[in-house]
């Protein structure tokens, strides 16, 4: 599924929830999605932290590392 899909569809649900209350089957759809999202923006964050570097006045780059 395609991110545009999924957010569209959050959206959608969120729509439905403000006029009424959404049911168990769409709560859990709700859910699902969000998850779907909040993983993706995750990995986007992590690709982008693992080619980060860190330069320093001297001229020096360092690879950020992961906390423990």
């Known amino acids: 599924m395609e991110m545009r899909e999924v957010i569209a569809q959050i959206n959608a649900l969120a729509k439905t929830a ?3 209350p959404l049911t168990p089957e769409e709560t859990a759809i709700r859910d699902r999605l969000r998850r779907i999202y909040i993983d993706a923006v995750k ?4 690709g982008q932290l693992d080619n980060t570097y860190v330069l320093y006045p001297d001229g020096t780059k360092k690879k950020l590392e992961k906390k423990k």
């Open 18 to 20: 403000k006029e009424r």
């Open 43 to 46: 990995a986007n964050l992590t």
